[in-house]
């Protein structure tokens, strides 16, 4: 049996969906069992569940051989953050699956994951990896580009309407990759477990500045598309000012800020 956690989200989809074409036995982890039951096929199991609550886990991975984690923090509202979800969270299934004499497990990182890297959800998905780093299973870290579905999801609706509001400056190049090309990968590292080793990253086939991005798609879409930047400066404030507010906000204002002005 493999347990995908998150299995209903951007990137769990592509990979349970890679799965049932493999005739493979699949179990999705997720909060909501309704929400999965419309995006995965009839012959997955479900189980419903928090990753933060470690009974719901360990209900999660009982029997299983494959746990797959898929889940992640950094879009989520209240109590739903990289530090409950990404670095917690994962704990929880490291240990469960460990507990339950797991052969396998696959962690989904980021590229450039590190315990002092200026992005929250970097450094959780350090300490998630460390954790695994630490147990007795086979471990096979994915560290992937930021997906390009996520952006898009969060920029398409005002491409659609004919602007975009970017965060910054918007010329820093920025590595995308397709969360179909990332789950690819998922499904090596199961079906050959050695092929991957330890670890590996997985980016996309070119840079993109976020200018770019808009760019392709108005050109792909046939739309007109106007850019109107957001000041770093500004910037810097909202991420502050809206943090007691809404630590959603604050956490994509401050992810704006590290993209548009590191090495990305």
Not at 116 to 129: C, D, N, S, T, V
Not at 244 to 261: C, N, W, Y
Request: with cysteine.
């Amino acid at each position: 049996m493999i347990v995908v956690a998150g299995g209903s989200g951007t990137l769990g989809r592509q990979v349970v969906a890679l799965l049932e074409a493999d005739h493979q036995p699949v179990r999705v982890f997720v909060r909501d069992g309704a929400r999965a039951r419309d995006v995965v096929g009839d012959g997955v199991e479900i189980v419903a569940g928090d990753v933060r609550e470690p009974a719901d886990v360990e209900r999660a991975v009982r029997d299983a051989d494959i746990v797959v984690s898929a889940v992640q923090g950094f879009a989520g509202e209240g109590k739903g953050t990289p530090v409950s979800v990404d670095r917690d969270g994962n704990r929880n299934l490291v240990r469960a699956a460990e507990a339950a004499s797991c052969k396998q497990f696959v962690l989904l990182s980021v590229i450039d994951a590190a315990a002092h890297h200026p992005m929250e959800l970097h450094r959780m998905k350090h300490a998630a990896e460390s954790e695994l780093l630490a147990s007795d299973m086979h471990a096979c870290i994915i560290r992937a580009a930021p997906y390009m579905e996520t952006w898009l999801s969060l920029l398409g609706p005002q491409m659609t309407r004919g602007a975009a509001r970017l965060f910054g400056r918007g010329h820093n190049p920025v590595n995308f990759v397709s969360a179909r090309d990332v789950a690819a990968f998922v499904a090596l590292a199961i079906r050959e477990p050695e092929a991957l080793g330890t670890s590996i990253d997985v980016g996309g086939p070119a840079n993109l500045t976020f200018e770019e991005f808009t760019q392709v798609f108005a050109r792909v879409t046939g739309r007109d598309v106007r850019v109107r930047n957001v000041p770093l400066p500004v910037m810097r404030v909202a991420a502050i000012a809206t943090k007691p507010i809404s630590r959603k906000a604050s956490r994509l204002v401050h992810a704006g800020i590290v993209m548009d002005t590191t090495d990305m």
